[in-house]
């Protein structure tokens, strides 16, 4: 049986697709997960094994306005809707299809809005729930993804905002759709402020603090030396099988987070990995595994190394080959392992 429809605001959400794309009738990439107690239940029925990547994530492409009787059904009955803000190639909505930035955004999860405002408005400000923020600025439309992420990860440094929420390919809550995550009251993702002032040059961001180089030691036994061309190739290989249990999981996440060195495009292509197995998790033990991927320390990942990762690869018959490809620059680790 359906829900009672959630009295939702599709005007927020039009005037919300209107800032980012310049037009409320931009064809734009929506995706779904399940959200309310009730919805993981519903979708999951408890059981841990049903929640492979197909079921617990929709993805719509269209006008919005064609596409929100679909949406606004689906947020009745406990979805939650998000939007990618940045141009795609049409064939999905991870970073390798992302064609163009048209925005950045600041998560401030949690921080407060700066109390003497910020020095560049930004476009759009979206409560998403009572107390939390998200400040995006239109910004002149680039192919340069990387100038765009540092930008966004600037932003988050100078105002207190999440630094991970920075991947031109992220979703964000659409305005004028219920978050309802389990112990909070419901809330309608709101608009507080929006102005239809030009994109802002790239070169006016340039105020921003730099972001601290990330530390890469001789001697710190392979950090950082996978980049995301090689997890790419890594999780082509790697039987995903390999990491059902707790201790397997762990183990692979804190060799590889040292051997990568925390990097956030190689996290994604981790995580998508994960949920490429029809017994990995749900959404909620999925944000789980993100957050305790986020608390590893590279100082501290128990001595496990690139050197680590390359023995998981021969215990899980990783062929010889692309071993070769994915570590040759890991030589000095691997009489250690």
Not at 13 to 35: K, M, Q, S, W, Y
Not at 113 to 131: A, D, K, M, N, Y
Request: charged share 25%; with cysteine.
């Amino acid at each position: 049986m359906f829900a009672p429809p959630i009295a939702l605001d599709i005007d927020a959400a039009r005037l919300h697709v209107e800032t980012l794309f310049g037009t409320p009738d931009a064809i734009v990439n929506i995706r779904t997960t399940p959200e309310s107690e009730a919805c993981v239940a519903r979708v999951f029925g408890g059981s841990k094994s049903q929640a492979n990547k197909q079921r617990h994530r929709f993805e719509f492409k269209g006008r919005l306005d064609d596409l929100s009787s679909v949406l606004q059904a689906r947020n009745s009955n406990g979805w939650a809707i998000f939007i990618t803000p940045n141009d795609t190639d049409g064939r999905g909505v991870k970073k390798e299809n992302i064609t163009r930035v048209r925005n950045v955004v600041l998560d401030l999860d949690g921080a407060p809005l700066p109390p003497r405002g910020f020095r560049i408005q930004p476009h759009i400000i979206v409560e998403t729930s009572r107390g939390k923020y998200q400040c995006t600025w239109c910004v002149e439309p680039t192919t340069d993804i990387a100038a765009a992420e540092d930008i966004s990860r600037r932003l988050a440094l100078r105002y207190n905002g999440d630094p991970k929420v920075c991947d031109a390919s992220h979703v964000f809550r659409l305005a004028g759709f219920v978050h309802q995550k389990p112990g909070r009251k419901p809330f309608v993702s709101r608009i507080l402020h929006v102005g239809f002032e030009p994109p802002v040059k790239s070169s006016r961001f340039d105020f921003l603090p730099l972001c601290p180089e990330q530390p890469h030691r001789p001697s710190d036994g392979g950090l950082g030396i996978i980049d995301a061309k090689s997890a790419a190739l890594l999780f082509k290989h790697f039987p995903v099988e390999g990491l059902n249990s707790n201790d397997a999981w762990l183990t692979f996440a804190m060799a590889l987070h040292a051997a990568c060195n925390g990097d956030g495009e190689v996290a994604r292509l981790f995580f998508d990995f994960c949920l490429s197995d029809p017994t990995y998790c749900n959404d909620y033990d999925d944000a789980l595994n993100q957050s305790r991927w986020d608390s590893f320390d590279p100082d501290r990942e128990r001595g496990l190394t690139a050197g680590t990762l390359r023995k998981l690869c021969r215990d899980n018959r990783v062929p010889g080959d692309v071993i070769f490809r994915i570590f040759n620059d890991a030589a000095k680790d691997f009489e250690n392992v």
